[in-house]
């Protein structure tokens, strides 16, 4: 896994999400399939809405969801080809 540099994700990537990316995930860090970053949505510096898929260990979508992280906090597991 390395960090995630703000630009360089797009849909289809796998990224881990933890603390580090926002004090929700402080229990329970996931993984995390990007549909898209919602870029048009106002936040502080440093962070972002996104929208995907919270993945089981599998790797199967278990929940859409929308979350609010730092781009600094993300670890990209795997990039779409």
Do not use: C
């Amino acid at each position: 896994m390395r960090p995630v540099v703000a630009g360089e994700v797009r849909a289809g990537d796998v990224l881990h999400v933890t603390r580090t990316a926002s004090v929700q995930f402080v229990r329970r860090p996931i993984l995390f399939r990007l549909i898209r970053v919602k870029a048009e949505w106002l936040t502080y510096a440093g962070w972002v809405w996104l929208e995907g898929y919270e993945l089981n260990r599998k790797g199967e979508a278990v929940a859409r969801r929308r979350i609010f992280v730092k781009w600094a906090g993300l670890r990209l597991v795997s990039q779409q080809a």
